[in-house]
């Protein structure tokens, strides 16, 4: 066969082709577990800046180590309970959100469904920051819908069950100077002390429009909205107050009856 013919060209290129989708592939295969591991400590970089520890501490003194004093818990949603039959390892939430057998997902009421789906998960993590046995953070994953993405973070309460001491987001694709804010340090400052329920019980915690009226009655339970965001602003808002009035309020009337310390 000449080297110049048009059989001999497609051949080349067609051994090169082969020989590239191998490399690619096996290279793909061998970053697998790098890869998987990076977004691991990613997600447990995002978990500890919720609950208050600050990037220079995480990166002082490492991921892995710090994360030795939180404990993962898989729940049941409904019950509060642990969900022991279920491998915690390798249950996707993402997925499990979806199920439309509802096996592994819950419908939500209609007049519940402010934070933007029809059902979620059944089963999720939970986190619990101790120190010598007793409990002083608990850190919940959260998400909702915004403008133009579904926001996922974390929100972190103190040992009351009631202060938040931290918030994140670590996926999100709101637009950038605007809804992106939502990554502003300056602005999750704001949520630090702010109560979830009033002395009522009632869960209060929102973001308002504009700034907080310093000195109001529900000041204690609001957080400055976003400006040039009202839609972003309102989804976090919503989402906060799903999850922690709905969401996990099973799992945290239950956490608060157990002895701590």
Not at 111 to 123: A, I, L, M, P, V
Not at 188 to 216: H, P, R
């Amino acid at each position: 066969m000449r080297r110049d013919s048009t059989l001999a060209t497609i051949m080349t290129a067609l051994v090169l082709c082969i020989v590239c989708s191998v490399i690619v592939s096996a290279s793909a295969v061998g970053l697998r577990s790098l890869q998987d591991e990076n977004k691991r400590k990613f997600r447990q970089k995002n978990i500890l800046e919720a609950a208050g520890y600050s990037a220079e501490q995480i990166q002082r003194e490492g991921v892995t180590k710090l994360f030795e004093n939180i404990e993962t818990r898989l729940i049941n949603f409904q019950t509060g309970d642990p969900a022991e039959k279920i491998d915690a390892g390798n249950f996707d939430q993402r997925v499990a959100a979806k199920d439309p057998t509802f096996t592994n997902s819950i419908a939500i009421p209609a007049d519940k469904q402010t934070f933007g789906f029809s059902q979620h998960e059944r089963y999720g993590r939970v986190y619990l920051m101790k120190q010598d046995g007793e409990l002083k953070k608990v850190i919940l994953p959260i998400y909702g819908k915004g403008l133009w993405s579904t926001l996922y973070g974390f929100i972190s309460l103190e040992s009351d069950l009631n202060t938040v001491s931290g918030i994140t987001f670590y996926e999100h694709k709101e637009t950038p100077g605007l809804g992106g804010e939502v990554d502003n340090p300056d602005w999750k400052a704001l949520w630090v002390n702010k109560y979830v329920q009033n002395s009522d019980g009632e869960v209060k915690l929102e973001i308002v429009k504009g700034k907080v009226v310093q000195g109001s009655t529900d000041a204690d339970h609001q957080i400055d909205g976003l400006s040039g965001a009202t839609i972003t602003s309102q989804g976090v808002s919503n989402a906060v107050r799903y999850w922690l009035n709905d969401g996990y309020r099973p799992f945290l009337d239950k956490l608060g009856s157990e002895p701590h310390g």
